[in-house]
């Protein structure tokens, strides 16, 4: 069966450093996202992207954070200058149609903040 | 003030013990309302979508149930496999949305043989 996978599944960088979270989406699938969560809090939405534009984003999704699709697999998630309550897990996930199909996720980035 | 809101947080089940977890919304316009479940230091994993009012799910030992308030999640003689954080999330129903969920915080089940 087909899946959402994300590299790296464990991050380490210094305050203020910028990271790259990738996921690659199921092939067929159109609409991507990204959601984190904080350790021991609930899930939450941070952007959505479709036909290589942001078409939702929360107000989590600050200047610190771009999204971007550089080739026909990856999606990627950008924090430019990483602060400690940027730790957290970071789930990419993708749907064919969000009106009609479950979002199916990958297994998240762990990204830690020193 | 919380859109999902999932209870209990946490529940011990003796296996074999069947139960029901809770879902209730406050969003305005329901598109969908979503289970999945998530096993640690994973992803969620789809299990139901549940669109109306009186519409039911079932996979195995579980069936979903969905009413214009609620959801419920019934685990009918659970398995320790079962055990597990099950996660409630809505999709509004407003114009422009691209589906964005909305979660709860989960119900974290254990069931012991």
């Known amino acids: 069966e087909p899946e959402v996978t994300q590299t790296p599944s464990h991050q380490v960088t210094q305050m203020g450093q910028e990271v790259i979270l990738r996921c690659v989406p199921i092939s067929n699938h159109l609409y991507f996202y990204w959601y984190r969560q904080i350790l021991g809090q609930k899930v939450e939405f941070l952007v959505s992207f479709y036909n290589n534009e942001i078409s939702e984003k929360s107000e989590i999704f600050d200047d610190q954070f771009s999204v971007e699709r550089p080739d026909g697999s990856n999606f990627t998630l950008k924090i430019r200058s990483t602060k400690l309550e940027d730790s957290a897990m970071y789930f990419c996930?993708?749907?064919?149609?969000?009106?009609?199909?479950?979002?199916?996720f990958g297994d998240g980035t762990r990204l830690s903040i020193l | 003030e919380d859109q999902v809101t999932q209870s209990p947080e946490a529940l011990r089940l003796q296996e074999g013990e069947s139960s029901s977890l809770n879902c209730s919304y406050t969003?305005?316009?329901?598109?969908?309302l979503f289970w999945y479940r998530q096993d640690p230091g994973k992803g969620p994993e789809f299990l139901f979508t549940?669109?109306?009012a009186g519409e039911e799910k079932e996979k195995e030992r579980l069936k979903a149930t969905l009413t214009k308030k609620e959801s419920f999640l019934h685990i009918t003689a659970p398995k320790p496999e079962d055990s597990a954080t099950y996660l409630c999330?809505?999709?509004?129903?407003?114009?422009?949305?691209?589906?964005?969920?909305?979660f709860g915080k989960g119900t974290k089940l254990s069931v012991k043989p």
């Open positions: 999330a809505v999709q509004e129903n407003y114009g422009g949305s691209q589906g964005n969920l909305i």
């Open positions: 996930a993708s749907t064919q149609k969000p009106r009609a199909q479950p979002q199916h």
């Open positions: 549940l669109y109306s």
């Open positions: 969003v305005s316009g329901l598109r969908g």
